[in-house]
């Protein structure tokens, strides 16, 4: 059974900066794409940055480009989201996903299966 366990949110002011991380445990760590999602009540759930596990190929849909980094330690299975500049409409409920599927084509795809209880982020103006 793969669990996913993220940690690393909080209250934060306008500016700031936090590291999200997701660890993985129960399956093999590679061979899949991961990826962070956010959610604001009464919206859809959100891809922020995906990464492919072998080879750390990252993806940033247009939502998490430029103050959003994913990475990764593989020793320590692992995924990180670093979240620079925050801003109050970032503030939402951030989730790791996983996919089912093994191979690196799917992480833009709709395809986790996978999902962490989530992490909350709140940013004040």
């Known amino acids: 059974q793969v669990q996913l366990v993220e940690s690393g949110g909080g209250a934060v002011e306008t500016g700031g900066s936090l590291r999200l991380s997701c660890v993985v445990s129960?399956?093999?760590?590679?061979?899949?794409?991961m990826a962070w999602f956010r959610q604001v009540p009464g919206k859809e759930r959100e891809a922020v940055a995906a990464?492919?596990?072998?080879?750390?190929?990252?993806y940033y849909p247009d939502s998490g480009k430029g103050r959003f980094t994913i990475s990764q330690d593989n020793d320590k299975n692992t995924l990180y989201l670093q979240i620079d500049d925050l801003k109050p409409e970032d503030t939402a409920m951030y989730y790791c996903?996983?996919?089912?599927?093994?191979?690196?084509?799917?992480?833009?795809?709709?395809?986790?299966?996978?999902w962490g209880q989530g992490t909350r982020v709140t940013v004040s103006s």
């Open positions: 996903a996983r996919t089912k599927v093994s191979g690196g084509g799917y992480c833009l795809s709709r395809l986790y299966d996978y």
């Open positions: 129960g399956d093999n760590y590679r061979a899949h794409c």
């Open positions: 990464i492919y596990t072998t080879g750390g190929s990252t």
